[in-house]
């Protein structure tokens, strides 16, 4: 495939990505129904109706095309709302069996206090009686996703930022985390990305340890980088489990990254310690065959996802 006269690696990407998939290597982006990346991954003509391209057709169906690039994704749309099993049971018949799904925790449960936003109605701005509510997690997230159990590969619990009217100091927050993974059930891969950069500290990687839950390295705008995560010592607290995001390059607005980026067709800024920060992981999952590893990319990192992994994967080949 063709876009502004440059020809995207699919074919090589796909073998690359299966075989560090039969490694427990899994890389993917975060949700996957990007137009702009027609003529990369998609093509439009699998998503035309009388002639034109058919943008509904094209959110229901490409997943499958996806899938036929790569083993994963991570599921971004359940952060806002409990998963149903109908929509995931759709989105694991239109992937194959090995393929899995990295889902984000409904913030109902992650979040301290409600932002200032419409979206949560008459609970904005106000503190959140169900954060940490292990019981409600039990009950209506994970129950709905007994349903494609097996095709599930890491669940991810994103906190928000915290202030100090939230928590005056880091430890805690990470007694609450304690008992809250205490309640967890088990047989789950588990994750914890913080948006606390002082609170990466050994007592919270001390206590991600104890339950077995992985710290997910995230590149985003208040964090260090993904990088500067990885040196801290016992930041790999499950040895076999690892996770990472590279959401946004550290000190970037979100709404800023987007109005750069769009339509996320093409890399616009290399991040080059972001690309070797994900080579680094590829070359730690391979080297530690009983692990499991899950590598998410953004497109408001680069520009564009497609092209960020195929640059990490290139890093990666290169000898050491």
Same mark, same amino acid.
């Given at each position: 495939?063709?876009?502004?006269?440059?020809?995207?690696?699919?074919?090589?990407?796909?073998?690359?990505?299966?075989?560090?998939?039969?490694?427990?290597?899994?890389?993917?982006?975060?949700?996957?129904?990007?137009?702009?990346?027609?003529?990369?991954?998609?093509?439009?003509?699998?998503?035309?109706?009388?002639?034109?391209?058919?943008?509904?057709?094209?959110?229901?169906?490409?997943?499958?095309?996806?899938?036929?690039?790569?083993?994963?994704?991570?599921?971004?749309?359940?952060?806002?709302?409990?998963?149903?099993?109908?929509?995931?049971?759709?989105?694991?018949?239109?992937?194959?069996?090995?393929?899995?799904?990295?889902?984000?925790?409904?913030?109902?449960?992650?979040?301290?206090?409600?932002?200032?936003?419409?979206?949560?109605?008459?609970?904005?701005?106000?503190?959140?009686?169900?954060?940490?509510?292990?019981?409600?997690?039990?009950?209506?997230?994970?129950?709905?996703?007994?349903?494609?159990?097996?095709?599930?590969?890491?669940?991810?619990?994103?906190?928000?930022?915290?202030?100090?009217?939230?928590?005056?100091? @880091?430890?805690?927050?990470?007694? &609450? $985390?304690?008992?809250?993974?205490?309640? /967890?059930?088990? !047989?789950? #891969? %588990?994750?914890?990305?913080?948006?606390?950069?002082?609170?990466?500290?050994?007592?919270?990687?001390?206590?991600?340890?104890?339950?077995?839950?992985?710290?997910?390295?995230?590149?985003?705008?208040?964090?260090?980088?993904?990088?500067?995560?990885?040196?801290?010592? @016992?930041?790999?607290?499950?040895? &076999? $489990?690892?996770?990472?995001?590279?959401? /946004?390059?550290? !000190?970037? #607005? %979100?709404?800023?990254?987007?109005?750069?980026?769009?339509?996320?067709?093409?890399?616009?800024?290399?991040?080059?310690?972001?690309?070797?920060?994900?080579?680094?992981?590829?070359?730690?999952?391979?080297?530690?065959?009983?692990?499991?590893?899950?590598?998410?990319?953004?497109?408001?990192?680069?520009?564009?996802?497609?092209?960020?992994?195929?640059?990490?994967?290139?890093?990666?080949?290169?000898?050491?």
């Amino acid at each position: 495939m063709e876009l502004g006269g440059m020809t995207f690696p699919r074919e090589a990407l796909a073998e690359r990505v299966a075989s560090l998939g039969v490694q427990g290597v899994y890389i993917g982006t975060s949700s996957w129904k990007y137009p702009g990346w027609c003529g990369k991954l998609y093509d439009p003509g699998r998503y035309e109706y009388r002639g034109k391209f058919a943008p509904t057709r094209f959110e229901r169906d490409c997943l499958t095309e996806y899938a036929e690039v790569f083993k994963t994704v991570c599921v971004d749309a359940a952060y806002h709302s409990f998963p149903r099993p109908h929509p995931l049971e759709r989105l694991a018949n239109q992937t194959p069996d090995d393929f899995v799904f990295g889902l984000k925790v409904t913030d109902t449960v992650t979040t301290k206090r409600f932002a200032n936003l419409e979206r949560f109605g008459r609970q904005a701005g106000k503190p959140n009686e169900n954060f940490l509510n292990a019981d409600l997690f039990s009950k209506a997230f994970l129950k709905p996703c007994e349903t494609v159990r097996p095709r599930i590969g890491l669940l991810m619990f994103e906190f928000s930022r915290c202030w100090p009217s939230d928590y005056a100091q @880091g430890r805690a927050f990470i007694a &609450d $985390l304690d008992r809250f993974l205490s309640r /967890l059930p088990q !047989g789950w #891969r %588990y994750g914890v990305e913080l948006r606390n950069r002082n609170w990466l500290k050994p007592e919270y990687f001390e206590c991600l340890a104890r339950h077995r839950v992985a710290h997910v390295f995230n590149s985003g705008e208040a964090m260090p980088s993904a990088g500067a995560q990885m040196a801290l010592p @016992g930041s790999r607290p499950n040895p &076999d $489990l690892v996770a990472a995001r590279f959401l /946004l390059k550290p !000190g970037r #607005r %979100y709404e800023e990254a987007v109005q750069a980026f769009q339509p996320y067709d093409r890399v616009k800024e290399a991040n080059p310690e972001a690309r070797q920060a994900g080579a680094a992981l590829l070359h730690e999952g391979t080297a530690n065959p009983r692990r499991r590893t899950y590598i998410y990319l953004n497109n408001r990192l680069e520009g564009n996802a497609l092209e960020t992994i195929a640059a990490m994967m290139d890093l990666a080949a290169q000898p050491h």
